[in-house]
């Protein structure tokens, strides 16, 4: 690899970056959810779009149809819900409210962004194994070592992050993580480049230390 090609390939995973982020859309804009509301993916006949569930601890829990042009139902509630799902259906529709606690804390509005959730918090326990590896390895050879292992835990986290980041639209997180994946990839390739040396000079040495055939007297 040519010393321009890696700020090359980390320019263009930036502009990778930049472009999912500003350029696409992570879910159509059904417009803004009321504080506290969790979102479910409904169909009715023809029309899809999202099911907004608002379950106060105290309060009966109310309901809109939020479509996909960005236009929204008037409030509805148990009874007007049920006329439409079902008892059956709305029962399921409100279990799934409930977890609306669990959605805060992770700010998010449906079950597929705990996917995201997690693939972010992989990202996170891989870095932090990285640099717990480096720190045990440092410390029993009494010196500052780094380990090929933190290399591939880098490269790990950081296409977690970096998915994660782009699905949260987080421009700042992106560009933190562009840089570094490019960087943790070219150690990965030099460290195999480095055995694929050792290799090589390992076998021309065994060759030599055999030695040419003896010729007969």
Known sequence: ???????????????????????????????????????????????????????????????????????????????ELIELVGQVERDRIVALGEVSLLFRVLNITTWGGLIWVAIGLGGQLAFFGRMAIQWIVSERERSSVVPPMFWYLSFVGGVCLFTYFVWRKDIVGVLGQTTGVVIYGRNIRLLYKERRRRRRRAEAGAASSIGPPASGG
């Not at 059904?30 to 504080?35: A, M, Q």
């Not at 899809?48 to 042009?69: I, K, M, S, Y």
């Open 1 to 79: 690899m040519k010393k321009w090609e890696p700020v090359a390939l980390m320019v263009l995973v930036m502009a990778l970056g930049v472009w999912l982020v500003v350029g696409t859309e992570r879910r159509l804009d059904y417009g803004e959810l009321r504080p506290g509301a969790v979102t479910h993916e409904y169909r009715l006949g023809t029309a899809r779009g999202l099911l907004e569930v608002l379950a106060p601890p105290d309060d009966p829990p109310t309901f809109r149809f939020l479509r996909r042009d960005g236009s929204a139902s008037e409030v509805l509630g148990d009874a």
